[in-house]
């Protein structure tokens, strides 16, 4: 009885530890736990809006140790064959330092259920020579979505 106690005890502690392991990796995945600097994207939720449209929903943490006044960036939407649908301009809003924020976008005309995958092109509207803060920041890219976000 004793050497069962032992084998149960040893099979309990293996699982959570394997538990704990898959929290800590889950964790690790997404932009609020980003311990790197730089910018930190996700794509997080893609909904129709009601109005022939589609939101996409991001979290985006400020990890730059420095707040990024108007951060924009160029994304290319892919439909599901493939081909540019458009190429179009998000503007972030001020992101404080090490905060993250959401920000939602509405395309009209999308449907969300075409949209293949969304391309960040890179940083729009960076001043004379890139000074803008975002425009020197490291950009790290994740989706939750079923649409793919990269570079």
Do not use: Y
């Not at 449209?53 to 985006?60: A, E, M, N, Q």
């Amino acid at each position: 009885m004793g050497r069962r106690l032992e084998i149960v005890a040893a099979a309990a502690l293996t699982a959570a530890a394997l538990w704990a392991g898959q929290a800590r990796a889950a964790e690790e995945a997404s932009p609020e736990a980003a311990s790197s600097s730089g910018l930190h994207i996700e794509l997080n939720r893609v909904t129709d809006n009601g109005g022939g449209g589609c939101r996409l929903t991001f979290v985006v943490r400020n990890a730059t140790g420095g707040e990024v006044p108007q951060p924009r960036f160029e994304f290319v939407l892919f439909d599901s064959d493939g081909l540019v649908d458009r190429l179009t301009t998000f503007d972030f809003g001020a992101l404080p330092p090490e905060k993250t924020s959401v920000r939602q976008f509405d395309l009209a005309g999308v449907a969300c259920g075409k949209l293949g995958r969304i391309l960040v092109n890179g940083p729009a509207q960076c001043g004379e020579g890139g000074a803008a803060a975002h425009c020197q920041a490291q950009l790290s890219l994740a989706s939750r979505a079923d649409i793919p976000l990269g570079r």
